[in-house]
């Protein structure tokens, strides 16, 4: 028996938590890059929170088994999270957060890509194409009708970071499409995020020892970076995600998708005196539209049921399942269903929702 319910009090005020705790989180990285690299920072934190999975698997009883088959798929979405969050964090050392948050949470415009071309039941429509047509516009427009550098107070090699956010932001596309379409679609949501974890921590921190990033100073700003990084971003706010995809429905969380970005904005500007250019909020318009579009029929109505009366679309919502992509932690259905949680697996099994890192 179906036991997800509408959106109440407690859903709406917890998902604005988790998508500002994801948009921080940029912001956070960024203005400790001169103690500590972001890319270290986020080897260090994934080590922590596997740790902090593995002991609640633990003691929450049942032992860590690694299912039949599961191993390779998983690997292989541990390594394209580590590749997501080295692209994130060499971004961060050439773009503001705020660029690299709008770019990073491009993801669901390439799965949705990805899934046209990989199963023909979910073949992009009129309406989603005109989505796509218009995020791919947005990053035209963000990338080549900004100000001259000079003029914008911005370092030369911006355009570079933008384009690792990009690349990031394809990345996590990559690792949603192999979690929806491997056996890791039937595992449990920690197993998946587990193996994402650490393969990623032993990925990164080989990439950090290779770049020479290692140096540290430690300040009390670090220390608090590193346990927010660690306790509230990779391990507590994908929990409350995790949580909260087995108590409500899907897609009427995902259209809190869209807030990351805008949140991750506000803090780089208010908060890092980040410039922002008329041409990158155009642009950030465009793609934010572009990902509604791509989320059809059911983020429209996850939309307008959420600022409707509450109830009015329920089984509108139901009927349909989850936006193809939420832009969130990784985690995955049967790929054989649309519901999707972008960074780890089946809600419905999930002991605990990224992250994504991702950095989520």
Same mark, same amino acid.
């Given at each position: ?37 972001? =890319? =270290? ?10 740790? =902090? ?6 003691? !929450?009883? #049942? ?28 971004? =961060?050392?050439?773009?503001?957060? +705020? ?34 047509? $218009? ?7 963000? /990338? ?14 911006? $355009? ?16 949603? *499409?192999?979690? !929806? ?23 990164? *921190? ?9 140096? /540290?100073? #430690?300040? #009390?700003?670090?220390?608090?970076? *590193?346990? /927010? ?28 998708? /869209? $807030? ?40 429209? @109505?996850?939309? !307008? ?35 999707? @949680? ?14 994504? #890192? +991702?950095?989520?």
């Amino acid at each position: 028996m179906e036991t997800r319910k509408d959106l109440d009090g407690r859903a709406i005020g917890l998902m604005l938590i988790l998508c500002q705790i994801w948009g921080f989180q940029q912001v956070v990285l960024k203005a400790t890059a001169l103690e500590m690299a972001p =890319l =270290l920072q986020i080897a260090l934190r994934s080590g922590v929170a596997a740790l =902090l999975v593995g002991g609640l698997l633990l003691w !929450r009883g #049942p032992r860590i088994t690694i299912e039949a088959g599961t191993w390779r798929p998983g690997l292989l979405a541990g390594v394209l999270f580590a590749v997501e969050f080295l692209l994130v964090g060499e971004g =961060l050392r050439h773009t503001t957060a +705020s660029h690299l948050v709008v770019f990073l949470y491009t993801a669901p415009i390439f799965v949705a890509l990805g899934l046209h071309w990989l199963r023909p039941a979910e073949r992009l429509g009129a309406l989603r194409w005109l989505g796509i047509l $218009l995020a791919f516009a947005g990053i035209v427009v963000t /990338f080549w009708g900004r100000r001259p550098v000079a003029a914008a107070g911005a370092s030369p090699t911006t $355009l570079w970071g933008d384009g690792l956010a990009l690349l990031a932001g394809m990345a996590w596309a990559a690792t949603t *499409l192999v979690v !929806r379409c491997t056996r890791l679609a039937r595992v449990s949501a920690t197993e998946t995020l587990l193996y994402q974890l650490v393969v990623g921590f032993a990925l990164l *921190l080989a990439a950090a020892v290779a770049l020479g990033q290692t140096g /540290f100073q #430690p300040t #009390p700003r670090l220390w608090g970076s *590193l346990l /927010f990084q660690s306790l509230v971003v990779s391990f507590a706010s994908y929990l409350a995600w995790f949580w909260l995809l087995r108590h409500y429905w899907a897609s009427r969380l995902g259209v809190f998708s /869209f $807030l990351t970005p805008l949140f991750g904005i506000a803090f780089g500007v208010g908060l890092l005196d980040e410039p922002v250019e008329t041409s990158f909020l155009i642009g950030a318009l465009l793609v934010l539209a572009g990902v509604v579009l791509v989320s059809g029929d059911d983020g429209w @109505n996850a939309l !307008r049921s959420w600022l409707a009366r509450p109830g009015d679309n329920a089984r509108a919502v139901a009927s349909r399942g989850a936006a193809p992509n939420a832009g969130y932690p990784v985690a995955a259905t049967d790929c054989r269903s649309r519901r999707i @949680n972008p960074r780890v697996a089946s809600p419905r099994r999930s002991t605990g929702r990224n992250r994504r #890192p +991702s950095s989520e």
